[in-house]
């Protein structure tokens, strides 16, 4: 019973204002007690919260152990596979992939962990070779063929009233790329396999792609498409006044084993055709580039720029340069600087797996990884590649 009751039930009269005051009272004091339990119940809730939070911290916290499993299960199968050779997680793994299409190969090599793959892709890509200005295509096949239409079709100027009359037709040829396959066998002691502070991963793709990286970079060069790419030096070579098809055309510098002047590199940049130079590049190892880079024009400007932004490749004559270690270096009739629309002008066909295979038998105490991809390389457009001759002729 409240007081405002009590004095009412007394007899006593109270006056307008205490009775608001009573009433007031009252509501501050029901108001405070419904504060309290919700307070209450938002501090339950935290508590509670907090020690979901914890638990989850406590099962996330990765294992002292060298048997703790992190991160993608075809990873950690991959991972278990190269450290002891456990290839039953990859026997029984099925996940999907965008570039792989089956973990299990038929000869007993296991498709590496994409991530793996992309990094060895990344460093053959940023490496001096060909690949990185050349045409790249994956196949599933083991040949790659190239369409080349050599001859446009016939077109004439036509009027309302005359015949129309039948115009040539397009020559296409056909050049089938090989692919070969490439190999690598980098090797690593059973205990550092077992020692889990080791990145085996990260060392076997950092092997991997420097083998291959080197073995590319040669045969995409000076290759003679036995086993192996075909490389642009490998083809027929012809001066460039009576250049032919299924040739490559020369400039010569008119000096034997001597660069001569500017006037020699000029003349290969036009030898090559308009609709070329547009995506056009040098290639030449660092000999060679350390003589180029000193010619000057006849106002006694270089003809070489380096890179003004980061990573920016050198020009001449206002094009790339790609330092490839593999080209020759200057000598008599040598042929120690290529020009030309690369993409359009050589094609790298590759599959788009790379296997590994554990041998831990042959090379005791130490377990060797056999990796091997296909690849292959030719010339797709013989217009778009020109040489530089250090010779008289």
């Known amino acids: 019973m409240s007081k405002s009751e009590t004095k009412a039930w007394n007899g006593d009269a109270a006056s307008p204002v205490q009775e608001v005051k009573v009433a007031m009272s009252d509501f501050l004091r029901d108001f405070k007690e419904f504060q309290d339990g919700v307070k209450s119940k938002l501090q339950q809730t935290e508590e509670r919260l907090t020690m979901l939070d914890r638990k989850s911290q406590l099962a996330a916290r990765p294992q002292l152990a060298a048997?703790?499993?992190?991160?993608?299960?075809?990873?950690?199968?991959?991972?278990?596979?190269?450290?002891?050779?456990?290839?039953?997680?990859?026997?029984?793994?099925?996940?999907?992939?965008?570039?792989l299409s089956t973990v299990v190969n038929s000869d007993g090599g296991y498709l590496v962990d994409p991530q793996t793959s992309d990094r060895v892709k990344s460093v053959l890509y940023s490496t001096g070779s060909l690949r990185s200005v050349a045409a790249v295509v994956n196949v599933e096949a083991t040949t790659f063929d190239v369409l080349v239409d050599q001859a446009d079709i016939g077109a004439g100027w036509a009027t309302e009233t005359a015949a129309t009359t039948e115009t040539a037709t397009p020559q296409i040829d056909r050049i089938s790329i090989q692919l070969h396959e490439l190999s690598a066998l980098p090797k690593a002691s059973q205990r550092l396999l077992d020692d889990s502070a080791f990145d085996v991963e990260g060392w076997l793709a950092e092997r991997i792609a420097d083998k291959f990286a080197r073995a590319e970079a040669d045969a995409f060069i000076n290759g003679d498409g036995i086993d192996k790419p075909r490389g642009i030096l490998d083809h027929t070579t012809v001066d460039n006044d009576t250049w032919s098809w299924g040739n490559i055309g020369y400039v010569a510098t008119g000096a034997d084993g001597d660069i001569g002047g500017g006037d020699a590199v000029i003349d290969l940049v036009y030898a090559?055709?308009?609709?070329?130079?547009?995506?056009?590049?040098?290639?030449?190892?660092?000999?060679?580039?350390?003589?180029?880079?000193?010619?000057?024009?006849?106002?006694?400007?270089?003809?070489?720029?380096?890179?003004?932004?980061?990573?920016?490749?050198?020009?001449?004559?206002?094009?790339?340069?790609?330092?490839?270690?593999?080209?020759?270096?200057?000598?008599?009739?040598?042929?120690?600087?290529?020009?030309?629309?690369?993409?359009?002008?050589?094609t790298i066909a590759e599959r788009p797996d790379l296997r590994v295979l554990r041998d831990p038998f042959s090379a005791k105490p130490h377990v060797l990884f056999y990796a091997t991809k296909r690849v292959g390389g030719d010339i797709s457009d013989f217009a778009a590649i020109k040489l530089l001759k250090f010779g008289v002729s």
Not at 84 to 97: F, K, V
Not at 276 to 285: D, I, K, P, Q, W
Not at 298 to 305: E, I, Q
Request: net charge negative; proline share 4%.
């Open 272 to 346: 090559l055709g308009a609709r070329y130079r547009a995506g056009a590049s040098f290639v030449m190892n660092s000999k060679t580039a350390g003589a180029v880079r000193k010619l000057k024009d006849a106002d006694g400007r270089f003809l070489w720029s380096d890179g003004l932004a980061a990573a920016e490749p050198a020009r001449l004559l206002g094009y790339p340069v790609v330092v490839a270690e593999d080209m020759p270096d200057i000598a008599s009739d040598s042929f120690a600087v290529a020009f030309g629309d690369f993409g359009a002008g050589y």
């Open 67 to 99: 048997s703790a499993d992190l991160g993608a299960p075809h990873r950690k199968a991959f991972n278990a596979y190269l450290r002891n050779g456990d290839d039953d997680a990859l026997r029984g793994l099925e996940i999907e992939h965008k570039s």
